[in-house]
């Protein structure tokens, strides 16, 4: 893991404005993320975090592709969801720390914006802006895996 | 209150703000039932009927005119606590009538322009109706009022029922009257469709588009009117002067114009 | 002049001729019955009905020239009586006041509810259409039909002596062929006058008329003039045009209560209420009570009133039609449809005055084909005549190649076949069979220079042992049947292709297709998810396309072992890639139907028009010719009129429980 310099925020809010987490945020939010995370470079096949280690951090996937993988006994790891450019993971980290529920590999070299779970509760107590702002938009990244979810487990390909 | 049994005739005022008294005329024009509603009504204010004044508290107020000026502002507040129901009257009462449209304009260049000592001039930038400052307990429409509606009023507050007053287009009474839609046969522009009906579709008896003095019904589709009336080839400053006439400080005819602004040519 | 015997026995014994400048004598003659004669006069800038006093009131040498939200008076070059089409005026302000007291009540001296009885002045009603003379008989059915009546209607129809005129031209807004009403008379009058260009041919319909019709100057009509009033109305019912597609309209409403339409309609309406004030049928009133100032006498008043009203269907406890889309769902929807459950007939007779009259211009016409358009057989253009297209007739084609798919889907490549299955196009199946298995459809997934590709999921008996077969042996196929890709549809547009399982199959000749053409489309995707990487179809040509420029594809699997790095997630999550004016996308669609449901879903919610979008369907088919009954769907057969369908044609059939 490389934790890349952030001593220019605005290179970081273009790249956020380019996703779909992030280009619907307020622009005091996205600068707010900007000076709290950290820009990471995972390699392929790197594991970022793996399951039922605490999970801290929040982050916004900028390139690449990160899997997510859960172990089944007597079928290995099998992973259930890629999280592609744009949107989130570690979403739960908005909430509490918690233990993760599955191992998290970049699939590729990819690039995310990475934010420390415990600062982001802390600012987002203090700001309601940023709250406010912040929220919903987390709320529909989750609503809308949620939905997904269900199509999967209705397992449109049945025969 | 001194005025409530059953025997008592209800204590009637008639209030004005800015306005020009010709809803106060139409009481007064009430000829054949107005010996009926003295002797059942006992009208202890009344500016155009008499001199003599009667302070509070009273069971009905009708309400002339608009708020435009600073002392309306107390004045109205004060009369609504004496008044045990306030009616609203005309279109200066009940959307600020044909002096709201300084609403849209500068109101110290209207100022000077017309008055030579525009500083002895105390008036408010706005002219807003009465149910922006107080609570209104009914209102009569129309510039002026209809005396059916005003009879129709009464005549309820007497039996004890709610009074018969219908929000529907003004293309209602034509039709049931059976005059010919002139925007369909002559292509004359009236505001029917969007307005609300009372005057028994009173200018167009008479040849002429509604001009709107009744006031937007409820849930009228002003947008599609006006979009309506531009596609048949009005420019868009002639469709924001019949938006924007006695009732236009009245949404959705306030916001319409205000639109029609934008693309006023 | 010389006359000559009228043709036909019959009906030249019932026919006379009457010169217009003998038209008075008719008009006096009513009159002189002591009937209030009403008829057409212009007034206002219309022709109006009202009270016509001498032949003069009436509009000699006046025509209306109407379409949607527009009527014009013009002069005509002749100067002929009724060459006018119908106006504002509906005969029921004459049977069906506009204002009507229905009861006094008064409670003085004693107390009490009055009803007054019916008087009415005998009538006669002068210019009576065909489409209005079914007016009147829609009002009997509402009004007298039932167990309750409507005693002063009652009174009033039985009052009116009625003087039909048979329509000798038409206006824009006409459209009484498409209801069945016009534009000939049948019945119903006393008298029918037919304007030709001298003047009229007369006929009585009862004792009453022949009587007046008697003391009239007429003489027999000539064959020219009998025959030039039956040309007239003919003519009329020429220029009208085709007939709408009305029948069954009343059953194809009801499945349309969710469609979107009625939300835009409702953007354009003002609920002026006009369309039901001129209608001649609408029958919707309130009572309004008009009282002394002490409420001791009183007058009950029945007014013609509109469902569009705000207040229409309020209670106490709310309002039950509160958006403007429901209440003008509420008019179209009992006009065309649930009137028929009432009544037993529509509430529409064709007339068009609501259609001139409103005052933006709403033509209920075009709302109902929008709203309700026709699932009548859809005749599509034919991509070449298919080869032994009955059950049982099969022609032969040799299998050249077998390649193993996935681990249960097998795509075969037929030879040596019948030209014509060569020009079929991408979306087209053929029904497959061998010697003692029944025949099964598979869609042609490839079109070879010498051959097709059949991709085969060995489910059934028929495609497990076609999918068994070696190289060499020969297979019996008819087709190429049904429907294709309307790649047409998307020129200039972002094509999208989404695939979900075997559903790649049908899509792939029209992927070959559309990368063929990549210069007529903005963009071309394809979407393809499956259940895990290996259910991938033809894994070949997904990567050959892959590195292609003309072609961006994306792939993903609902679930997946670590050694797969592409996506995972269900292939609507793909549907963020498209960046674009969604407006702008033709989508083709095939999958498991659950997938093409949340498909369907996904792209109408981006934004993609649903005539935009194509689905292929896919139902038990056993003779694939429209024959046998067992592919049908929602009124069609998925063999002939699909597989391919606009997902509009489909309605809310598609995605809806048990069809």
Redesign the interface.
Known sequence: MHAGAMDDYAAVIAILNHT?FGSELAPETQERLARLGTLQDFE?DEVILQEGEDATDMGILLSG?L???THVPGR???????I?P?DIFGWSAVLDSTKTQSTV?A??SSQALVIDGTKLRAALKEDHALAASLYPRVLQAVG?RLR?TR??L?????? | MATSGRTARPRVAVAKFASCDGCQLTILDLEEELLEIVTRFDIVEFPEATSRRSPGPYDIVFVEGSISAREHLDAIKELRKQARTLVTIGACATAGGIQAMRNWADHDAFRASVYEHPEWIESLATSTPISDHVKVDAELRGCPIDPGQLKELLTAVLVGRRPQIRDEAVCRECKRKGLVCMVVATGEACMGPVTTSGCDALCPTYGRGCFGCFGPRANANAKSWSTSLMKSGRPPDEVWRLFAGFTGYAEPFRSTITELGKVKS | MITSPAPGQTAAARQWFLARTDLASLVDGIRATGRRLIGPTVREGAIVYDDIHSAADLPAGWRDEQSAGRYRLERRTDDRVFGYTVGPTSWKRFTFPANLPIATAHRTATFGFDQPVPEVTPMAFLGVRACELAALNVQDRVFLGGQFTDEDFRARRAAAFIVSVQCTTSSSTCFCTSMGTGPEVHGGYDILLTEIDEGFVVQAGSPEGAAIVAKLPTRKPTHAEAGAAVDNVEAVRTRIGEPMPIPGIDARLKLQLDNPRWGQIAERCVECGNCTMVCPTCFCTSVIEKSDMDGKVATTERQWDSCFDVAFAKIAGGDFRARPRDRYRQWLTHKFSTWMDQFGSMGCVGCGRCVAWCPVGIDVREELMIIAPPIAPVVRPVAVEPVAASPGNFSVARLASVRSETEDTTTLTLTDLDPAFLQGRPGQFVMVALPAFPAVPISISRFRSNGIDLTIRAVGPTSTALVNLHPGVKVGIRGPLGTFWPIEDAYGRHAVVVAGGVGLSPLHGLVDALVANRDRFESISLFYGTRTPEDQLFRDDLAAWSVSKAIDVAVTVDRAGPEWKGRVGVVTTLFDKMSWDCSKVTAFVVGPERMMQASVQGLLSKGVPSDRILISMERHMECGIGLCGHCQMAGRFVCKDGPVFRLHELGDMFNREGI
């Open positions: 779909w392929a592709r899997a997510l993988r290995g790891p099998v992973t259930i969801l890629s592609e744009g590999v699939t590729q809308r997904a199509l999967q209705l397992d449109l390909f049945a025969r």
